[in-house]
């Protein structure tokens, strides 16, 4: 007669089984939902967005993560502020659109008025021994990793976040996320926890019987695939693939692309792991005819074919950088079994739509494999959800940074509870 | 600031007060809607369909009992299986139509692929430790009593139902429902609990202010209606109709179609009620004209006055086989104040619609009745939820079948608490 | 891992901090709504509706508190009956619209039949031993304060009612409601919590930036506004609103229009504050142009500049009274984040729409402001249930009566828990 599991939740977390899916509670409880919320998304650093969604000095972004409110500013020093969207008077939301530029931040209440930095500057009617200095906006801590947004809301943040930053930066430098801009946005809401559309990113074992459009240009060998050693079509396969990544990553190097896949999935706190893959078909980018997207070649690209650099961080984010655009993708939970997949696609600053890029060929292949991701993630939690479900088993030769996402969340979960 | 009620489940089952509805949270409380999936049609044999429903090997349908999908399918020699519709690797439902033909049952996540015993088959990249045996699909009791399905979540049934089976099939038999087709189905949402769309059905007590349709041909006397000794207008109707009665059960005994009231509504863990009653208009059938809907009547009926057999089943269904056609209505609850009413019309499996019957003749005196049933069992959920609602007496002439409906449960929950 | 808020209710309670909001569980706790529902809309008068709702015998209007769904009917003899609206056989809810006239209260479900005091009068087939005395609808305590109809759901209730009474009486009965009609009710579903509503309407801090409507005809003095005494413009305008105040009560006092302050809002068990205050522009009613809407003067009036006499009762009501018409608001909570905010427009029961009045006109300012308030409760409740809220601090100048409203929560609570 209660929503309480019968199995505590630290329980839950020491005995779960390596090599499988976590228990049913971990994707439908509230209670645990809550506690990823406060553990996970409130401990960690959370991608939110990319600097061109705040371009200009009083640009301002909105973002939800669980019940946190959060603005993201852009001072007019050029400097980014992140902090809690709710008036320090009568608990207003502050800003309600997704996006806004003003020059101050006004309540909409009784007009109480905040700098882009969040400081309070004006409140009417509040006497002589009211303080603004102690009702200013409430901060969050906010990175931006080479025009990546992060925030992290706990008040000491995970500080292994430097040492990612250092790693990643001269990989993700030369694409200058920041000389982009957003060409589209799509939110899509996925019918399962956020830890089923994370498992979901993680390995492209599914890939084959679901997105058409992606396996195009995508070599599922990118994705953790060991090959069976006892199949001789696909050791070939993989060994023709794995001399072609050879010979690209040298010339990417050379050319100032870094290639080589780095990371730590599953013991670092700031978990994350990076790498440039070749394309199928002797592609340029992730779209139908493989071919570029974009005329206008990000940053310091020089040629069309510097394949796909892949970069993933725990707990919700992963990006897709090709030398013409960057799609870039944040999950935020919604509720036990509902999530926001956010995806951004990035394109040169000064790309002009139906000049140097079609929008339909930029944003199709995502578009339509989040669809089929999507519908994917709603089966597995109708699944889990169900009576009869119990925790299958990882492929060892396909779904192991499915393990690797589970086992970092395991192990962030059991250090939240201690 | 809490959910659970101040009471709880087990002295509320100890204290319910014989010939009175329930306390409002057997109606209302979420916890007490768990047990009831739990305690109830979690150990029970649960009516969910008819063999003509999957009449041809490879033929799958799908139910929910509470958060159990289930899977019920046709082999190919025949055979009736139910299993869990979660796939044994990633969680994925199998089926998300309401029926489906298929060779095999092939998961949309990775492929994983079983038989339609629930074998798994073929599942790509597990590795030489992996074991298919263990991978089959989770099986569930199923069994066909003369054509009707009933399935047991419970690893242990009880046993009692072959009772019931043997009891009642002489009963059912000569309709011969595995010959027959689904005409029609209709699945209505009713906005209460399902015990109250239980209490509804085991009364006729609220059939004169609200059925006109039905009682075209119903006689309320059929319905457990205890006359009132000292009213000579309703003791003289009942000596007519019991008169009617005798002179028809006799027939229909001869003809081979067995009519005596049998069962145990209160007392049996497989609780039932079987009987054949007359028609009001010396009618045929549960039409408006009481007239047969359909010219090809059923199995072994060569007459088309053969009564209305009545079949009801704790805790979740009940039937009307007549000549012509039979009405089956399967209660399966979706929330504490949502319950799912799904009706089927059947007639003979050669019958064709528009030549042997027309479709709204057939159908619309119980699509009437069930919506007007629905609108009530609505309005006592309403009023069971309301502040001032204390359980309210059942009348000692008319609803003895509702008491003993709420018997049952009290007993079955007390059995499944202790 | 469950709903229950870390700190208890009476804890909270107790630790409240004076001149400040309440912590976030207050606005959003399911508990904190429940209690809120049994302890002060359970046990105390609540304004629900006004006599013209219910102008003749037969009469009869819904109503629901939380989840009390309550009659109140008017009898052959004028009385005024409130009870639950529960059958008391088998739970049907009695009358499922908002008005109604009728001879006898009639169920739908089995014809029960009870008078409009809510006596049974009449129930088939219940049997020798079968009472109907014991089996009357169950009464609610109801009163009439000049018109205005509150109802207590308590057995007992606060006993204070009577000097509310005594006191505000000679303010409204000039006015004469049981002589109004409605001319316009509309219900708005405000996102927020029902104190939210309420401390939104305790104060006109937030008026001059979102009220261009109502600030026409409204001054901000009127509603415990305390002067910046180092502001000259501000203590310029407030004197000579003070001056006016004067004149114009003197005259109104004299015409047998009571005007001055009265009231305790926070101390008394039943709540309240009445006063009578002038209108900007030199204005005659809440309309757009200041001028009165309604050509039939309403009850002893003889003048058309009446000023605004406005009355407030805790927990959930106010009204204002001009020469020509009513506006009278009750909130009625839904949920711990909705709150139906019911108002109601009324003219002199012989006033003909489109002759003496145009609806437009009448009902314009408040419809425009209410629609604001519910925008402004929405961002309200989005900010107290965000992650970064901490309760601010209320204006000592303008939000005094806010202050009191909390107070008298806070109280009230206690004694509740006590």
Redesign the interface.
């Given at each position: 007669?209660?929503?309480?599991?019968a199995v505590?939740?630290p329980h839950l977390v020491a005995r779960r089984r390596a090599g499988r899916?976590l228990e049913a509670p971990f994707y439908t409880?509230?209670?645990?939902f809550?506690?990823d919320l406060d553990l996970i998304f409130?401990r960690h650093w959370i991608f939110v967005g990319v600097e061109p969604d705040i371009a200009e000095p009083g640009d301002v972004m909105t973002v939800n993560i669980?019940?946190?409110?959060i603005l993201i500013t852009r001072d007019d020093d050029g400097a980014i502020h992140a902090?809690?969207?709710?008036?320090?008077?009568?608990?207003?939301?502050l800003v309600?659109t997704e996006t806004a530029t003003v020059g101050r931040l006004v309540c909409?209440?009784?007009?109480w008025t905040y700098g882009l930095d969040g400081a309070l500057l004006h409140a009417?009617?509040?006497?002589d021994?009211?303080d603004p200095a102690c009702?200013g906006?409430?901060k969050?801590h906010v990175r931006s990793l080479e025009g990546l947004i992060f925030v992290c809301?706990a008040e000491t943040p995970p500080a292994d976040f430097d040492d990612m930053a250092r790693a990643v930066a001269p990989y993700i430098a030369p694409h200058e996320v920041a000389n982009c801009k957003i060409a589209h946005q799509i939110d899509l809401i996925e019918e399962g926890n956020w830890k089923l559309t994370m498992?979901n990113n993680r390995e492209c074992?599914?890939c084959a019987?679901?997105h058409p459009e992606l396996t195009t240009s995508i070599f599922e060998y990118g994705f953790g695939f060991e090959t069976?050693e006892t199949d001789p079509v696909r050791v070939a396969q993989r060994r023709n693939y794995d001399a072609m990544v050879e010979r690209s990553c040298a010339a990417w190097d050379r050319a100032g692309f870094p290639s080589t896949e780095i990371g730590n999935l599953d013991d670092m706190v700031s978990g994350y792991r990076i790498g440039r893959m070749p394309m199928d078909r002797d592609g340029e980018s992730q779209t139908l005819d493989t071919r570029v997207a974009c005329r206008k070649l990000l940053g310091r690209a020089t040629e069309k074919r510097l394949g796909d650099l892949s970069f993933h961080t725990q707990p919700n984010s992963w990006h897709h950088f090709m030398s013409d655009h960057i799609v870039s993708f944040a999950v935020l939970p919604l509720g036990p079994d509902r999530t926001l997949l956010r995806t951004k696609w990035l394109v040169h600053r000064d790309a002009i739509e139906g000049v140097d890029y079609d929008l339909e060929n930029l944003i199709r292949v995502w578009r339509e494999t989040n669809i089929q991701d999507g519908n994917?993630v709603g089966?597995?939690q109708?699944?889990?959800?169900?009576?009869?479900?119990?925790?299958?088993?990882y492929?060892?030769?396909?779904e192991g940074q499915v393990e690797q996402f589970v086992n970092w969340y395991i192990r962030r979960m059991a250090a939240g509870l201690a």
């Open positions: 007669m209660s929503d309480v599991p505590s939740l899916m409880d509230p209670g645990i809550r506690a409130g669980g019940d946190n409110a902090m809690h969207n709710v008036c320090r008077h009568r608990a207003a939301r309600s909409p209440y009784h007009a009417d009617h509040m006497g021994d009211f009702h906006l409430r969050i809301l498992e074992y599914h019987l679901n069976d994917l089966l597995a109708a699944g889990a959800a169900s009576g009869g479900y119990v925790p299958g088993p492929s060892p030769q396909t």
